[in-house]
């Protein structure tokens, strides 16, 4: 098994993980986190934005950027897999609407998962599969963009990488300290 995983991802990647992220944030924001969007006091819209809405979403970004820290096994090449096709989609759309040249922007020295963060990891996708299967299609529809968000985020060298770093590392200690592999 890899100790590291060897994906790079590019600024087109990043950008479509940064505006899935954009979308879902900006919809909690115009409806207050649940109903209708509308003026503050008027179907739901404005003024309560409840957090616990972007549990689903939130929770699915933290497991692909776990994923694409994997380093290998199904999950590792699955998420890989996902950010070569956001890579190449990335890029193209940027190169296509702007102009511009989409550089790496893999960060240096980036984490994997320890075996005790993959017992963690494999724990953590029976949880939310066993979530998933009460959800909804809007609930599926979060646990999907989360996914593809935090796989495309999950190496990048910007504020996103070290977000992906504090929970591979929150991942790890969990996972050895309960595994008893230290």
């Not at 090449?77 to 956001?86: I, K």
Request: glycine share 20%; proline share 3%; charged share 10%.
């Amino acid at each position: 098994m890899n100790s590291v995983t060897t994906a790079t991802v590019s600024l087109g990647a990043v950008t479509i993980g940064l505006s899935i992220l954009a979308w879902h944030l900006a919809r909690w924001w115009k409806t207050g986190g649940g109903g209708k969007g509308g003026p503050p006091g008027v179907g739901g819209g404005g003024g309560g934005r409840d957090p616990k809405v972007l549990i689903p979403f939130v929770a699915s970004v933290a497991l692909g950027m776990l994923c694409v820290t994997a380093a290998g096994g199904l999950l590792g090449t699955a998420a890989t897999m996902l950010m070569d096709v956001g890579n190449t989609l990335g890029n193209w759309s940027l190169t296509a609407v702007t102009g511009t040249t989409t550089p790496g922007v893999t960060r240096s020295g980036h984490k994997s998962l320890t075996p005790g963060g993959c017992a963690a990891l494999v724990i953590y996708i029976v949880v939310l599969a066993a979530i998933w299967k009460s959800g909804g299609k809007v609930f599926h529809g979060k646990v999907t963009s989360g996914v593809t968000c935090g796989v495309m985020l999950g190496l990048s060298a910007g504020f996103s990488g070290v977000a992906a770093t504090a929970v591979v590392s929150i991942f790890n200690a969990l996972g050895d300290k309960v595994t008893g592999v230290m």
